[in-house]
């Protein structure tokens, strides 16, 4: 019989750590969307007019990456 409660105990133990676990992945995933793989950033060639080049910008921060893409207005002459 002491083995069966703590068997129960320790199998509710279990449940309750996987519940909690999947509603904060759930919560997580809620609270900061992410864009869909279909979201990517144009191709350079296709999206320049004329002379006008671009250049992508990253920052990054915990787990999380944003790119920019933004036209150049001066090229450095070295």
Known sequence: MNIWIHTTVAATALAATIVVAVASVATYEAATPSAAKADRLPIASSVATGNQRY????????????????????LASN
């Open 55 to 74: 250049v992508t910008i990253e920052h990054r921060g915990d787990h999380l990456s944003v790119l920019t893409r933004v036209p150049v207005t001066s």
